[in-house]
């Protein structure tokens, strides 16, 4: 019986993870922001990919990835200044600039690195209990994902970066005015979640198998997360991993990945339709 429960929480765990881990660039980049970035998956990509490629050449895996989530950072600021800075305010041509920019990005992976890349396979073993055997990769996964909804916390409450953010997102005008460098916070906080979106991938790159549309694996879930958690990204991300990954994890013992996937997206049907405002607008109305 508790070797069941274990599994059930493991599972929760895992999800959950995955969840966190490939909404939280979005969380900044479309939630605060209010771009839709239709790219987030070749950020992911590229973590990914940068992490293992620097494996490849024989750095450790931990200073590879440390790379992969600067590598994305990086070309998160860049894509800003030259692309995404133009169009805020403007939802559908920024949907359609990063899904263009998605697919340039995507056949030339494919044209420089092939139809996939050799991976490096999962690290730090495995531990049982009962019958079931667990992967220790998986536990780090999970606290990386905590660590993650910390720093974005931290980051956006807790620093003078954080208020001017806050401000710019609500009235870059009135932000500008009082002396704040509006520029440079978008850049900033496009960065920031462009470096989370690569440290994703990062993570992820020993669990799986590297192809130029990866990051489509990640794009739905990252979305529905987003939307489904509301436009607070510091109130709303967190309670979101939670509910989709406990229906998600229910139906997966249930009826298996298809049913899981298929009862997530309609579990966040329903909750657009009861909370249009998402969670947070939800926790929001109820502590006013």
């Known amino acids: 019986m508790l070797a069941e429960i274990f599994s059930y929480v493991y599972q929760f765990a895992d999800v959950f993870a995955f969840l966190i881990l490939a909404a939280a660039g979005l969380a900044i980049i479309f939630g605060m922001m209010g771009v ?3 790219a987030h998956g070749e950020f992911i990509m590229c973590g990914a990919y940068v992490t293992v490629s620097l494996v490849h050449a024989g750095l450790p ?7 992969g989530t600067i590598a ?10 030259s692309l995404v800075r133009k169009l805020y305010k403007r939802p559908l041509d920024s949907l359609l600039a990063t899904w263009g920019l998605s697919l340039m990005v995507t056949q030339g992976m494919l044209i420089i690195f092939g139809s996939s890349l050799p991976g ?3 690290p730090d073993g495995s531990f049982s209990i009962g019958i079931y055997t667990y992967s220790n990769y998986r536990m780090v ?3 990386c994902a905590v660590a993650v909804l910390a720093f974005i916390y931290v980051i956006f409450m807790k620093t ?7 401000a710019t997102m609500q009235n ?3 932000a500008q005015a009082t002396g704040v460098k509006v520029g440079n916070v978008y850049a900033l906080s496009f960065g920031i979640g462009a470096a989370l979106a690569g440290f994703c991938g990062a993570m992820y790159a020993p669990t799986m198998t590297l192809i130029p549309t990866m990051g489509a694996t990640f794009l739905i879930e990252s979305f529905v997360t987003v939307v489904v958690g509301g436009a607070n990204v510091l109130l709303g991300t967190a309670p979101a991993g939670i509910l989709l990954a406990i229906v998600r994890t229910g139906l997966n013992g249930w009826g298996g990945q298809i049913v899981g996937q298929i009862g997530m997206l309609l579990a966040v049907i329903i909750v657009i339709r009861i909370l249009p405002e998402g969670l947070s607008g ?3 109305r109820r502590t006013r």
């Open 72 to 81: 994305a950072g990086a070309i998160g600021v860049l894509v800003e200044w």
């Open 141 to 143: 996964l999970f606290g």
């Open 36 to 38: 839709i970035n239709m």
């Open 160 to 166: 003078r970066f954080g208020v001017h953010a806050r």
């Open 120 to 122: 490096i396979g999962t």
């Open 172 to 174: 870059a005008s009135i």
């Open 61 to 67: 895996l931990p200073i590879a990835q440390a790379c």
């Open 282 to 284: 939800w926790f929001a």
